[in-house]
């Protein structure tokens, strides 16, 4: 009895997941690692919060030294003084954070409080104003965020030494636990076989066909 006959086009994304089947063991294990990593940094909260602040300290500091190159390099006197300005500035906010990372950490702390304080309160007064399909969630969201702000703006300047580390614990492990659920959809993909579409003669990955 004759296999049946493939498609003549296969959907591009499936066909790319195919293609990604074979290191669903490797991005298994990169989730994996992030979420044991995120797990770790939201039990080390200060220490993830210090070495947050002194790794965003030496990209400005880096950051900086690129801009004064770049005035240097540059001809015109506008864009000299451009660049002179932001170089200066990343070099001194670099500077700053590294030398006095506690005091940063208080300051993104406190920008953060105000960023979930002004976000939650627009969410909210937008769905009051319009409504709209799913704005039950969106004043969900705002709702959440607004108490998140407040939260954290009560207990400044003590949030300011767990609310970094805490935060990026929580994106690690959302990450992590993104690429654990994207390695066991390609695992349970069908084996894929090698074939050669007839609309266009290249060879693309078909998943193999059972039964006799």
Same mark, same amino acid.
């Given at each position: 009895?004759?296999?049946?006959?493939?498609?003549?086009?296969?959907?591009?994304?499936?066909?790319?997941?195919?293609?990604?089947?074979?290191?669903?063991?490797?991005? =298994?294990?990169?989730?994996?690692? #992030?979420?044991?990593?995120?797990?770790?940094?939201?039990?080390?909260?200060?220490?993830?919060?210090?070495?947050?602040?002194?790794?965003?300290?030496?990209?400005?500091? /880096?950051?900086?030294?690129?801009?004064?190159?770049?005035?240097? =390099?540059?001809?015109?006197? &506008?864009?000299?003084?451009?660049?002179?300005?932001?170089?200066?500035?990343? !070099?001194?906010?670099?500077?700053?954070?590294?030398?006095?990372?506690? &005091?940063?950490?208080? /300051?993104?702390? #406190?920008?953060?409080?105000?960023?979930? !304080?002004?976000?939650?309160?627009?969410?909210?007064?937008?769905?009051? !104003?319009? &409504?709209?399909?799913?704005?039950?969630?969106?004043? #969900?969201?705002?709702?959440?965020?607004? =108490?998140?702000?407040?939260?954290?703006?009560?207990?400044?300047?003590?949030?300011?030494?767990?609310?970094?580390?805490?935060?990026?614990?929580?994106?690690?492990?959302?990450?992590?636990?993104?690429?654990?659920?994207?390695?066991?959809?390609?695992?349970?993909?069908?084996?894929?076989? &090698?074939?050669?579409?007839?609309?266009?003669?290249?060879?693309?990955?078909?998943?193999?066909?059972?039964?006799?």
């Amino acid at each position: 009895m004759s296999s049946p006959s493939l498609p003549e086009s296969i959907n591009p994304r499936f066909e790319e997941m195919l293609r990604l089947r074979k290191y669903w063991a490797w991005l =298994l294990a990169l989730g994996i690692t #992030l979420v044991l990593l995120g797990v770790a940094a939201m039990g080390a909260q200060l220490v993830v919060t210090l070495t947050t602040v002194l790794v965003f300290g030496i990209l400005l500091l /880096a950051g900086g030294v690129v801009q004064v190159v770049n005035a240097v =390099l540059a001809r015109g006197w &506008r864009v000299f003084f451009l660049h002179l300005m932001a170089g200066v500035l990343h !070099l001194v906010v670099g500077g700053l954070m590294i030398d006095r990372p506690v &005091r940063a950490a208080e /300051a993104l702390t #406190l920008m953060l409080a105000v960023a979930f !304080l002004v976000g939650g309160s627009l969410r909210i007064v937008y769905v009051l !104003l319009e &409504r709209f399909p799913g704005s039950a969630w969106v004043l #969900l969201n705002g709702v959440v965020t607004l =108490l998140l702000g407040v939260g954290i703006w009560r207990q400044w300047p003590g949030s300011s030494l767990w609310v970094i580390g805490l935060f990026v614990g929580i994106d690690l492990v959302f990450n992590g636990w993104s690429w654990v659920m994207l390695a066991m959809a390609l695992k349970a993909l069908p084996p894929g076989r &090698r074939v050669v579409a007839p609309s266009t003669s290249r060879e693309v990955t078909a998943p193999t066909a059972s039964g006799h």
